[in-house]
C-alpha cells in the first residue's frame, strides 16, 4: 500500500527526518508513537504534500494491487488526496466563511471526477452527510457552520474523521486526534475509525498516548525518535513505553561516548 | 508679473474655455465664480493629506471636452439587463439622454432637469478644484423627488455611458426622499470599450427627511482610460434608514467620497464596500460619517481584495458630536493582498466628542491564509478552486448586503471572469 524508504526532509533548513522508513500493507493499523518533536507531523505533513517541507532524498510509493505504483512525491497535494490518501490534521484549520457543507460539495465533486464519476445529485450528497455525521456523533448544525470555526477542540477532531468517512480513503493519517478529547468523544472517535476499517484500507496512528490504542488496536507499533523509526513491534510495544516513558528510547540512541 | 496661479490646472482648462455649464442659467453667478476659482486652485497632490495615495496627474494634464450627448447606439447600451427597475435614466457622456419611469414610478416620482437648484444647495456648489471645475462645466443636472408616503420598491436605475474620447462628464444628482417614502437605487457605471477615454466626476446630493428609506446599490466597472470621481452628501433625518453598497469592481482609477450626516435622532445607516482593483489600477474610498444626533447607529465594512501592482486606499472617518450621545458606530475595513506588489493604504479616524456611544474600528491587511489553502487542497481541492473558495468567503459578506439578484449576478459573474469565483462552473472546468 505505503512504501516509506530512507525519507530525509527538512523545514528551514533544518533536516527533521533522517532516513525514515516505513512499510504499511493493505488494511493495516500502524500506530506512530514518539516524543514531542521528534517528527511525527512533520511525516504527516511530508506524506500530504506540504510545500513548507523540503524532501533531500528517499522515496515515498503507494501501490494498490492491479495499479501501477505511484510516486507519492510527484504529486500535488490535491492529487494525493485523489489518489485516496487522507490526512487528519493535529490543528484543523478554521476557515470563516466557507461552510463545512460546500466544503465537502467542492471536495467530493473533485475527487469523483477525478475517478471519471458525475458528481452527486443534491439529495445523493445529503443521504451521504446524514449517514457519515451520525457515525461520528456530529451534530446536523455543524455540518452547516463555516469549516472549524468556533467547534470545540474535541467537534474539530470528529469533524475530522467526518471528513475522512465522507472522502472514503485507502490510506488515512490520524494526527494526535486523540489529543486533547475526553473519553466520550475518545470513544467516539475510535469508533468512527473501525468503522471504517476494512481489508482495503490502511491508517497510520499517530499517538501519544497508549489509551487511544486500546480502541484502535494496531496490528504494528512503531518509535520515531529524531526522524528515524528506531523500533517496532507489536501492540505490547506500546503499553511497554506506556510504563517505561521515553527515557529507555533516548538512552538506547543516545550516540556512543568516545 | 508671473502668475502664481497653478500650473497644474491650465491643461485642464485650456479645451474648457467656451464650453457650457447645466447651470448657467439660474446660476450664472456661480458659474462665472467657479471658473475663476478653477484657474486659482491647483489640482490636489499627494502633498496633502486627503489624496496621498491617489495621484491627480493624469487628470489634470489632459484636454478634456464636453461633448453634446451622442445618439444612443449599441455602445451606450445598458450593460446591466435583467434588473426590474422602477424606471431607468440614462445619461451618456454626462448628459442626460432619456427618462423612463413605470407606471408606479410616474405616481409618485418627480423629476427637474431645468438646472434650477434650490437657494440652500448653492453654498455646496463650491469647495476644492473638483468641484469649482463640477460647477463651472456642468453637463446635467438631474433632480428626482421622491413623493411623502411613495413606496417604489424596485429600483430606479441610474445608468451613466461613456463613449469616445477626452470625454469630461460632470452631472449632478440631487435626490430628495420625502417623509416616510420608501425607495431603491441602483447606479451603474459600466464601460466596455477599450477605446473610451473620459474623466468623470458624479455628484450626489441626497436628503432622505424623517423615517424615510433609502437603499443605493452603486456598480462600478470601468474599462479602457476612464477616471472617476464619485461625491455622495447624504443627510438622515430622524428615524430615517439609509443603506449604500458601493462595489467597485474595475477601474483603472476610481475615487468615491462618501459623506454621511446623521442630523436626526435615530437615524441608521449602513455602509458597504467591495473594491477589487488590478493590474496598475487605484482605487480610493473616502468615507465620513457625522453622528450629529441622539440615538444614531452607523455600520461600515468595506473589503478589498488587490491583485498585480494595483493600489487601494480606504480612509474612514467618523465624528460623534458633543450632542450625539447613545450613539453606536462600527467601522471595519478587511484586505487580503494577492500579489506581493499590490499596495493597501488605510486609515480609520475616529474622533469622539460625546462620552455615552459605543465605538468599535478595525482594519486588517493580509494574504491569503496558506494554512487553509492547503487544507482544502488536502481534501483534493484544487489550487485555484481552493484559493477561489477563500476569497467567495471573504466577499461574502458585503455580496450578501447586495439584495436585488440582477445585481448581484452582475457582480458574482464579473468575478467569475476574473478567477475570483468558485461555484459549480468553475468547479466543473
Ligand atoms: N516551521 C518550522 N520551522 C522550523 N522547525 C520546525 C518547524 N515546524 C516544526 N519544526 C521542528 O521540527 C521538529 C519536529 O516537529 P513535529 O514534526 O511537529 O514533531 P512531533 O509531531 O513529533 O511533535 C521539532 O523540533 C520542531 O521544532
Ligand atoms: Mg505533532
Known amino acids: 500500500m505505503l512504501s516509506i524508504k530512507n525519507l530525509h526532509a527538512s523545514i528551514e533548513g533544518k533536516e527533521i527526518l533522517r532516513g525514515l522508513s516505513l512499510e504499511i500493507g493493505p488494511g493495516e493499523v500502524h500506530a506512530i508513537m514518539g516524543p514531542n518533536g521528534s517528527g511525527k507531523s512533520t511525516l504527516a505533513s511530508v506524506l500530504a504534500g506540504r510545500e513548507d517541507y523540503e524532501v533531500t532524498d528517499g522515496t515515498i510509493t503507494l501501490s494498490k494491487e492491479g495499479e501501477a505504483p505511484i510516486d507519492l512525491l510527484s504529486l500535488a497535494p490535491e492529487e494525493r488526496s485523489r489518489e485516496g490518501l487522507f490526512l487528519a490534521f493535529q490543528y484543523p484549520v478554521e476557515i470563516p466563511g466557507v461552510s463545512n457543507l460546500n466544503f465537502l460539495k467542492a471536495a467530493l465533486a473533485e475527487q469523483r471526477k477525478h475517478r471519471g464519476l458525475d458528481p452527486l445529485t443534491a439529495r445523493e450528497f445529503l443521504n451521504l452527510v446524514n449517514e457519515k455525521s451520525r457515525l461520528v456523533e456530529l451534530d446536523g448544525q455543524l455540518a452547516n457552520r463555516a469549516v472549524n470555526e468556533g467547534f470545540s477542540g474535541g467537534e474539530k477532531k470528529r469533524n475530522e474523521i467526518f471528513q475522512m468517512a465522507m472522502l472514503e480513503p485507502r490510506l488515512a493519517i490520524l494526527d494526535e486526534t486523540d489529543s486533547g478529547l475526553d473519553i466520550d468523544a475518545l470513544r467516539i472517535v475510535a469508533s468512527g475509525v473501525n468503522a471504517l476499517r476494512s481489508k482495503d484500507r490502511s491508517f497510520v496512528v499517530i499517538t501519544h498516548y497508549q489509551r487511544l490504542l486500546e480502541y484502535i488496536v494496531p496490528d504494528f507499533v512503531h518509535v520515531l525518535y529524531k526522524g528515524r523509526i528506531v523500533k517496532s513491534g507489536g501492540r505490547e510495544l506500546a503499553l511497554e513505553l506506556e510504563a517505561k516513558g521515553y527515557d529507555w528510547i533516548r538512552e538506547e540512541n543516545q550516540p556512543a561516548s568516545v | ?429
Open chain 2, 1 to 429: 508679473m508671473e502668475t502664481a496661479t497653478t500650473a497644474n490646472t491650465t491643461s485642464f482648462l485650456e479645451a474648457l474655455q467656451d464650453q457650457p455649464s447645466a447651470l448657467s442659467a439660474h446660476h450664472g453667478q456661480q458659474v462665472n465664480d467657479a471658473r475663476s476659482m478653477s484657474a486659482l486652485l491647483p489640482f490636489p497632490t499627494t502633498k496633502s493629506e486627503a489624496w496621498k495615495y491617489t495621484r491627480t496627474g493624469r487628470i489634470s494634464n489632459q484636454p478634456w471636452r464636453v461633448t453634446p450627448a451622442p445618439a444612443p447606439d449599441e455602445s451606450t447600451e445598458n450593460r446591466l439587463t435583467g434588473l426590474e427597475t422602477s424606471g431607468r435614466i440614462v445619461f451618456i457622456n454626462g448628459q442626460l439622454s432619456s427618462v423612463q419611469l413605470s407606471e408606479e414610478a410616474r405616481a409618485c416620482v418627480r423629476i427637474e432637469t431645468d438646472g434650477n437648484l434650490p437657494v440652500r444647495l448653492l453654498p455646496q456648489l463650491h469647495g476644492d478644484t473638483f468641484n469649482e471645475i463640477h460647477t463651472g462645466w456642468c453637463t446635467s443636472v438631474m433632480q428626482v423627488h421622491i413623493a411623502e408616503g411613495a413606496h417604489l420598491h424596485k429600483p430606479l436605475q441610474l445608468v451613466h455611458v461613456i463613449t469616445g474620447t477626452q470625454v469630461l462628464a460632470q452631472p449632478l444628482l440631487v435626490i430628495t426622499a420625502a417623509k416616510h417614502s420608501v425607495s431603491a437605487f441602483a447606479e451603474t457605471f459600466i464601460t466596455a470599450g477599450t477605446q473610451d477615454h473620459s474623466f468623470t466626476h458624479r455628484r450626489l446630493w441626497l436628503d432622505i427627511a424623517e423615517n424615510a428609506h433609502v437603499r443605493f446599490d452603486k456598480i462600478q466597472s470601468e474599462s479602457g482610460e476612464n477616471f472617476l470621481l464619485n461625491r455622495e452628501q447624504v443627510s438622515l433625518k430622524r428615524d430615517a434608514r439609509f443603506r449604500i453598497n458601493t462595489l467597485s469592481l474595475n477601474g483603472q482609477w476610481i475615487r468615491n467620497e462618501l459623506s454621511i450626516s446623521l442630523e436626526g435622532e435615530n437615524a441608521e445607516a449602513g455602509l458597504y464596500g467591495l473594491f477589487l482593483p488590478a493590474g496598475q489600477q487605484t482605487i480610493d474610498n473616502h468615507t465620513r460619517v457625522d453622528h450629529k444626533a441622539p440615538h444614531c447607529e452607523s455600520r461600515e465594512l468595506y473589503k478589498g481584495m488587490l491583485r498585480d501592482q494595483s493600489t487601494g486606499v480606504f480612509n474612514g472617518k467618523v465624528f460623534v458630536h458633543p450632542d450625539a450621545q447613545k450613539t453606536n458606530a462600527y467601522q471595519s475595513n478587511a484586505n487580503i493582498l494577492l500579489s506581493d506588489d499590490a499596495q493597501m493604504y488605510t486609515k480609520p479616524e475616529l474622533e469622539i466628542y460625546a462620552d455615552d456611544v459605543k465605538c468599535s474600528h478595525g482594519t486588517t491587511t493580509g494574504q491569503l491564509d496558506e494554512a487553509a489553502v492547503f487544507y482544502l487542497k488536502s481534501r483534493g481541492i484544487g489550487e485555484e478552486n481552493a484559493r477561489r473558495l477563500l476569497t467567495n468567503a471573504f466577499l461574502s459578506d458585503v455580496l450578501k448586503e447586495v439584495e436585488a439578484d440582477a445585481l448581484r449576478d452582475f457582480v458574482l459573474r464579473n468575478l467569475s471572469e476574473r478567477g475570483l469565483l468558485y461555484n459549480e462552473y468553475t468547479a466543473a472546468e
